[in-house]
């Protein structure tokens, strides 16, 4: 009997070594297959210069979608189709401006500044205004009784401490969401937000801001570095007006799609993985690395399996989720269909944290799926993503996290870049490098391919 | 007794546990200094931007050894010095030029050249010669006969699918380095090589050849990717005739210096620890990635052990070597000084792949050297560096490695982009991440504490 209970788990060694080792085998096919005839540098090179920025209800999205719909298609999958959501419609409306003068000085010196997103405009006569600074919304308390007609600028500087630069963001970003009402709520006419950013440029980083219904919406705009330093300094010195026009509003909310692309499982059709990103982006730059990167890795790993002739077990959705910058309806719309239709959804993967070069996965699932996936480290590793985290998703996927307890990943690029270019102007093509875009479709096809072969 | 023996192992395991999390405290103060205050970037604006290229021998090697010197004085070491050593200076001697003409057809198409390093020019004639393409040394004997009076197109492609991209280039690199001698063997006329890179650009990549002298020295241009592709197609299609002008001789060897700056240690000053990169650099661009990156990156250590009050217990000795790119004279003249004066150097740290974001160090090293710098893992992965590899060291520490036995370490920086850029037009400051270049000089300050503190 001893001996029996000693062969079985040298066999059962055995049998997970050479499935390992067949797995290793099999993601070296696929990135090779990925570094040798990737179609994704060429994919987003399209996006991004022949359609460009892709803001929910812009003729960008529409024209995003079709092309994603088209690239579903003659990819090779099974079924694609347009998933219709409602998208809130919001538009730059005209070309924000800002320009600061220094009292006892009739010199107007520029700003270059971006109203927030879903911010409302100042209309056609601007608004003009004493500045005042705070550091932080502790500050804001303490000068509370001096914020009445004044225009409020938070100077909050993106924390270059943390390693990972997602935690800085996360940080600062409450200046620009909770920043114009906490502002409004003391009398404050406007506001100006520091870029959540450590570039070394002076682009304006947008992004949403959120009105809280309780006070009254005032105009936003966010100031690249050098001139939020340039202003501090000069607000330092003495009193400074402002003048900004901006003239951002809501149209009513139109038709948006999320765009679905399927390959069919053979053994578990009903259990289903999703991988995606977004296809809208705000629109001062072209969405390359937020989140266009996202999309065409996912296609990629489509392109892939179907290069390689592999037949999932399960069924693979890849999606390009629609308005996840400014609503998140996309995002939600895919849950709730899938929830009033009861399927099932064992996993998601999103890429919506640029294309840089990989380190890994954060992954929110029970102990047991997080142990799984994070025994697959070592044959993530030689593709530079043996980083396996805890905690992780993506704006678009979390949403069958929490309603339908789908394990979620998402992939972590390194980070040092990213918020370079976030939400900016230079959130362009040219700065995303090919073969770290390719290799994060690597590690993503790999982890799918995981998740397929042994479920959940 | 039994109480004894196991009191003892968890008074140890207390110890060790102790010191790491002392180590890791004051590891997180380096960083913090480094990413609040660090030079380094703006130290290789001004090496890249105010002094520019820097091969040996040329005005702009001068001034960055004087520059250099004067960084080390001001950056606070105890002494700085320069280490005299011969340095070859190879000259461009204009500008190269190219065209072809494809046979049938008088229309001359331009080819965007640099001459190889160290390669002999064609004199101001230039050459004219039918250009014969192989893929391969092998394929250079299959059609040795056709060779003679010809230019031989070696059009060896970089191979995408190695993931460390170090990797293609060892494998590559050959072609530039032998290329010219092997088809002089069969009388070839000039060579021209496919560029070691696989960036989407055409900007020509040089780097040094080496000729044999058994076999006539001819000239030798490296030519883009894109070019290399049409006039590969061009071959394809029938004869085509090339013309090239290129200028390259040598001077007489002229003085060059390596700069060392130096903390001298309060417990055990014979130990040597090294640090640096080289300060020479190819001509078409600015040497910001090779390896001005490695220089500041170095210095930077130093300005933080001074920032933080670290009094080092070993010598620390900062250098930025003479001659990498086309002699190796400096990282000689360094080893064979020390080894003159029976110096003891125990290890020693190269940056020279790059100022990316790193991944960790490769090592060379006894196996005990090896375990030790390995269970420093956990120290490291916080930024980023914490794969720790079998082998690694750089072109000028590896002669203290060789012939004094010295632990010899290499930084690993993500390597997707370096060859985008390597001896290349574009390896420019633009080109250089603030905050990748820090992050490398917080992995290696990191590394240069511990083995500081620990010995080896």
Redesign the interface.
């Known amino acids: 009997m001893r001996k029996f209970l000693l062969a079985l788990p040298i066999l059962f060694f055995c049998f997970i070594a050479n499935a390992q080792n067949a797995d290793s085998i099999f993601i070296k096919r696929i990135?090779?297959e990925i570094?040798?005839n990737s179609k994704a540098?060429e994919q987003l090179r399209y996006l991004t210069k022949q359609i460009g920025a892709r803001l929910s209800g812009s003729q960008g999205m529409v024209k995003a979608e079709k092309w994603g719909l088209k690239m579903m298609q003659e990819t090779g999958a099974d079924k694609a189709w347009l998933q219709e959501c409602m998208v809130p419609h919001w538009v730059r409306g005209g070309t924000d401006k800002a320009s600061f003068i220094v009292h006892g000085n009739n010199q107007s010196n520029k700003l270059d500044v971006i109203a927030l997103g879903n911010s409302i405009g100042t209309g056609s006569n601007g608004i003009s205004a004493e500045i005042i600074q705070v550091n932080s919304f502790d500050e804001l308390e303490k000068k509370k009784e001096q914020v009445k007609g004044k225009i409020v600028f938070y100077n909050y500087k993106f924390n270059?401490?943390f390693?990972r630069?997602f935690n800085a963001y996360s940080d600062a970003v409450k200046y620009r969401g909770q920043g114009p009402s906490q502002a409004a709520k003391y009398g404050a006419v406007g506001v100006i937000v520091r870029s959540m950013s450590?570039s070394?440029d002076n682009y304006p980083h947008t992004g949403t801001t959120t009105y809280d219904s309780l006070y009254k919406k005032i105009p936003a705009v966010a100031v690249g570095l050098k001139d939020a330093d340039i202003l501090s300094e000069r607000i330092n010195a003495g009193k400074v007006t402002v003048r900004m026009y901006t003239y951002g509003h809501f149209l009513p909310d139109t038709i948006g799609h999320n765009v679905i692309g399927e390959l069919t499982g053979s053994q578990f059709p009903n259990e289903i993985i999703t991988v995606g990103g977004h296809l809208d982006s705000w629109d001062p730059g072209e969405g390359a690395h937020d989140d266009g990167a996202g999309c065409v890795q996912a296609i990629e790993i489509l392109r892939v399996m179907k290069a390689l002739g592999y037949k999932p077990k399960r069924t693979i959705r890849f999606v390009f989720f629609a308005n996840e910058e400014n609503g998140g309806r996309g995002g939600d719309k895919y849950m709730s269909e899938g929830k009033a239709k009861s399927e099932k959804y064992i996993f998601a993967l999103e890429s919506d944290a640029g294309g840089f070069?990989p380190?890994g996965f954060g992954i929110t699932s029970t102990d047991d799926a997080f142990t799984k996936i994070a025994k697959w480290k070592e044959l993530l590793a030689?593709?530079?993503a043996g980083e396996i985290n805890k905690g992780g998703g993506g704006s678009d996927i979390n949403p069958l996290g929490k309603e339908l307890g789908t394990t979620l990943a998402g992939l972590i690029p390194?980070s040092?870049?990213y918020f370079?270019v976030h939400h900016a102007r230079n959130d362009v093509f040219e700065n995303v490098?090919?073969?770290?875009l390719e290799?994060g479709a690597i590690a993503m096809a790999a982890l799918i391919y995981l998740i397929d072969q042994y479920g959940l």
Do not use: F, M, S, V
């Not at 490098?433 to 770290?436: F, P, S, T």
């Open positions: 990135a090779d570094l040798l540098y270059p401490t390693i630069t450590h070394t070069t380190r030689p593709y530079g390194d040092q870049r370079d490098n090919k073969r770290e290799l």
